[in-house]
């Protein structure tokens, strides 16, 4: 019988706190199951969301150990030559595992190749069930781009001086593991089976409110807490759009919204984080249409009076295509803004601003594939190959004119610039987007500080 099993008279947020967990990590010769082997491996247990108890064993391996194994390692020849070998130790590594659920920032390789050994040593396989924190995070935190050990240790402030040490990275992924409880017990899981597959669930950059369950005072409580741009979105039965609003997050935004859901009789409420204002609108475009005329003309007229309140708007009806877009061909070819992501950034072509036209990136480390975007697109908008986004015109001549706006203002939260620039002199153009990091610093502190 399973821990969840057991549990199973208590909540899912209970059933988190009394199931017991082992993280555990090897470090190998190498990652062939048939002739490579383990030379280190560090366990940590977790009961009650704390840690409890822990192990940690040198084997000696029986084989060479690569030299780059050994600089990756920090683990020599000699460190290994009095330790026991893996048949020596492994009853008592099964005995601390127990029937726990097992934990791994990699399970696909540290499972099976831990169970290659048991077969080796003609011991059953492991039945435990098991919970990959790596697989976990690119669940949780949608659009990030790197998900190892040590970046993630980073960003959650977890301490892991010893990276490929196998109980330094057990006591991480551990930690990492114990973060991600408290944030499911935080977003009230419903399933205990949601921990292995909480996709499209429990995402940190989101949170959905159900009108059945949900008061007005818990949504403002969420509300005053966010501290980024943000989308929200109000749908009525059978998932219509009744209202949706990018915010820069700003007061009279979020006062709006209250007012709106309290005239709406809705089902869902959803409030999704972004790095910009920027790329909320971009989501929200594809959610203008859908609503109904008269709500889009109330949206329109609020973001005018609280973004460009001192921009001379064009008049025109609400399904008027006559009117031309206020963009001119010197105005730039691309717009580079923050991402929500800390080191990562987003651009977008400026004649197709849409999800599919867009490259998410962290700089330095993506120079490469940054310029292989810019040159791709650019070649593109150069043959008129570039199919420019679709807009409702209410909205288009909205959002082109707040980006003129941004780019008069010398907007810190924008960088836009012409293709010319990292085609003609790529030094420069690092340059500009160095200045524009050292004027945007993250501040956002996501994903420790979720929805």
């Given at each position: 019988?399973?821990?969840?099993?057991?549990?199973?008279?208590?909540?899912?947020?209970?059933?988190?706190?009394?199931?017991?967990?082992?993280?555990?990590?090897?470090?190998?010769?190498?990652?062939?199951?048939?002739?490579?082997?383990?030379?280190?491996?560090?366990?940590?247990?977790?009961?009650?969301?704390?840690?409890?108890?822990?192990?940690?064993?040198?084997?000696?391996?029986?084989?060479?150990?690569?030299?780059?194994?050994?600089?990756?390692?920090?683990?020599?020849?000699?460190?290994?030559?009095?330790?026991?070998?893996?048949?020596d130790v492994i009853d008592e590594i099964l005995e601390f595992m127990g029937d726990?659920?097992?934990?791994?920032?990699?399970?696909?390789?540290?499972?099976?190749?831990?169970?290659?050994?048991?077969?080796?040593?003609?011991?059953?396989?492991?039945?435990?069930?098991?919970?990959?924190?790596?697989?976990?995070?690119?669940?949780?935190?949608?659009?990030?781009?790197?998900?190892?050990?040590?970046?993630?240790?980073?960003?959650?402030?977890?301490?892991?001086?010893?990276?490929?040490?196998?109980?330094?990275?057990?006591?991480?992924?551990?930690?990492?593991?114990?973060?991600?409880?408290?944030?499911?017990?935080?977003?009230?899981?419903?399933?205990?089976?949601?921990?292995?597959?909480p996709r499209n669930r429990y995402e940190?950059?989101?949170?959905?409110?159900?009108?059945?369950?949900?008061?007005?005072?818990?949504?403002?409580?969420?509300?005053?807490?966010?501290?980024?741009?943000?989308?929200?979105?109000?749908?009525?039965?059978?998932?219509?759009?009744?209202?949706?609003?990018?915010?820069?997050?700003?007061?009279?935004?979020?006062?709006?919204?209250?007012?709106?859901?309290?005239?709406?009789?809705?089902?869902?409420?959803?409030?999704?984080?972004?790095?910009?204002?920027?790329?909320?609108?971009?989501?929200?475009?594809?959610?203008?249409?859908?609503?109904?005329?008269?709500?889009?003309?109330?949206?329109?007229?609020?973001?005018?009076?609280?973004?460009?309140?001192?921009?001379?708007?064009?008049?025109?009806?609400?399904?008027?295509?006559?009117?031309?877009?206020?963009?001119?061909?010197?105005?730039?070819?691309?717009?580079?803004?923050?991402?929500?992501?800390?080191?990562?950034?987003?651009?977008?072509?400026?004649?197709?601003?849409?999800?599919?036209?867009?490259?998410?990136?962290?700089?330095?480390?993506?120079?490469?594939?940054?310029?292989?975007?810019?040159?791709?697109?650019?070649?593109?908008?150069?043959?008129?190959?570039?199919?420019?986004?679709?807009?409702?015109?209410?909205?288009?001549?909205?959002?082109?004119?707040?980006?003129?706006?941004?780019?008069?203002?010398?907007?810190?939260?924008?960088?836009?610039?012409?293709?010319?620039?990292?085609?003609?002199?790529?030094?420069?153009?690092?340059?500009?987007?160095?200045?524009?990091?050292?004027?945007?610093?993250?501040?956002?502190?996501?994903?420790?500080?979720?929805?």
């Open positions: 019988m399973t821990q969840e099993n057991e549990n199973n008279h208590l909540s899912p947020s209970e059933q988190i706190k009394n199931i017991s967990y082992c993280a555990f990590d090897l470090e190998t010769t190498g990652g062939n199951h048939r002739n490579d082997k383990i030379i280190e491996i560090g366990l940590v247990k977790i009961e009650n969301l704390e840690i409890v108890a822990e192990k940690d064993f040198l084997i000696q391996p029986g084989i060479k150990i690569p030299e780059f194994i050994q600089k990756l390692t920090n683990i020599s020849e000699d460190d290994v030559a009095t330790a026991p070998l893996i048949e726990s659920i097992l934990v791994a920032h990699n399970t696909s390789f540290d499972v099976p190749f831990f169970n290659s050994v048991l077969r080796r040593l003609k011991k059953p396989e492991l039945t435990n069930r098991s919970i990959c924190t790596n697989l976990m995070t690119k669940y949780l935190i949608p659009n990030l781009l790197n998900t190892n050990l040590n970046y993630m240790s980073k960003i959650f402030s977890i301490k892991h001086h010893k990276a490929h040490r196998a109980l330094d990275d057990a006591y991480a992924a551990a930690e990492l593991l114990i973060r991600y409880l408290h944030i499911f017990i935080d977003k009230d899981i419903q399933k205990i089976n949601h921990l292995y597959y940190l950059d989101r949170i959905h409110f159900k009108s059945k369950e949900t008061d007005l005072d818990r949504i403002e409580q969420y509300l005053e807490k966010i501290n980024t741009p943000f989308l929200a979105t109000i749908k009525g039965e059978n998932g219509v759009i009744q209202f949706a609003l990018p915010c820069e997050n700003f007061k009279d935004e979020k006062d709006f919204i209250l007012k709106k859901i309290n005239q709406c009789s809705w089902e869902t409420v959803t409030l999704k984080l972004f790095g910009s204002f920027v790329e909320s609108m971009v989501h929200f475009n594809g959610l203008f249409s859908k609503m109904e005329s008269s709500a889009r003309v109330e949206i329109i007229n609020f973001m005018w009076k609280n973004h460009l309140p001192n921009v001379k708007r064009q008049k025109h009806q609400d399904e008027d295509t006559s009117f031309m877009s206020p963009l001119s061909k010197d105005f730039g070819d691309f717009i580079i803004s923050p991402h929500l992501v800390p080191e990562q950034l987003i651009i977008f072509p400026v004649k197709s601003l849409n999800l599919k036209n867009q490259l998410i990136f962290r700089y330095p480390g993506h120079q490469k594939k940054l310029l292989q975007f810019i040159n791709s697109k650019s070649s593109r908008i150069s043959n008129d190959k570039l199919k420019e986004g679709h807009y409702h015109p209410l909205f288009k001549d909205f959002l082109h004119n707040y980006l003129i706006n941004q780019k008069e203002m010398n907007s810190k939260n924008s960088l836009i610039f012409k293709k010319s620039l990292p085609q003609g002199n790529a030094s420069e153009f690092y340059k500009s987007i160095e200045d524009f990091l050292a004027k945007n610093a993250n501040t956002y502190r996501y994903p420790k500080n979720y929805i």
